[in-house]
Nanobody
């Protein structure tokens, strides 16, 4: 059974940092691409960042470029999202997702497995 478990969310002031982690089990982690998406109340689910199976291909949404960095540790079966210079508009539930084909995708329907999400709240 595939499980993706996010952690690291919380409440932070604007300008602060958080590091999200997603621990995966039940899949051949090193062959999957990983992505982060977020969903804020009243808004559609939004792509944040993705990284290919090898780590050689990464993509970051324009809204977070230069502030958020995605990375993966295949030895630990984890994918991380370092979030710096946080803004109130970054407030959302953040989800990690895994894509079987190993390619970095900005579209949510390309992903096969999803975590339960972790809340990030940025106060002004």
């Amino acid at each position: 059974q595939v499980q993706l478990v996010e952690s690291g969310g919380g409440l932070v002031q604007a300008g602060g940092s958080l590091r999200l982690s997603c621990a995966a089990s039940g899949l051949t982690f090193s062959s999957y691409a990983l992505g982060w998406f977020r969903h804020a109340p009243g808004k559609e689910r939004e792509f944040v960042a993705c990284i290919s199976w090898s780590g050689n291909s990464r993509s970051t949404a324009d809204s977070v470029k230069g502030r958020f960095t995605i990375s993966r540790d295949n030895a630990k079966n984890t994918v991380n999202l370092q979030m710096n210079s946080l803004k109130p508009e970054d407030t959302a539930v953040y989800y990690c997702a895994a894509a079987r084909d190993g390619s970095c995708h900005p579209r949510f329907y390309e992903y096969d497995y999803w975590g339960q999400g972790t809340q990030v709240t940025v106060s002004s």
